[in-house]
């Protein structure tokens, strides 16, 4: 894919994910259509993923230290979180709030 990584702005905005490693990516709201639709991009590699498949992303191997067991990637929703950079700023309650109102579209409605 050489469409190079996405815009920041508008409605996207930065997510991670600490599972199995890190991954740190680009969520597009409005490509979120379905519940497999790729809509998140990797900052890494560029690759565009699913919800789902985007916590078993990473470019990062796992911390020996911290727990996996029970780890199932059908609850995306409770590891995919807003990126740390927006923490303190005024964009963090309104991004919070979309990234929750996303994750409750196709999985807990
Ligand atoms: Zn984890
Ligand atoms: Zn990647």
């Known amino acids: 894919p050489a469409q190079g990584l996405l815009k920041e702005g508008g409605t996207s905005f930065q997510v991670e994910h600490q599972c199995l490693g890190k991954g740190q990516g680009l969520f597009v709201p409005q490509f979120y259509t379905q519940p497999e639709a790729p809509c998140i991009q990797c ?6 993923f699913s919800p789902e498949k985007f916590v078993l992303h990473s470019h990062k191997s796992p911390d020996k230290r911290t727990c ?3 780890f199932d990637s059908a609850k995306w929703p409770y590891y995919l979180q807003l990126a740390r950079k927006y923490l303190g700023t005024v964009e963090e ?5 979309l990234l929750d109102e996303i994750k409750q ?3 807990y409605p």
Do not use: N, P, T, V
Not at 93 to 97: D, G, T, V
């Open 93 to 97: 309650a309104s991004l919070k709030q």
């Open 43 to 48: 900052i890494e590699c560029q690759l565009m």
């Open 105 to 107: 579209r196709f999985h």
């Open 68 to 70: 996996h067991w029970g």
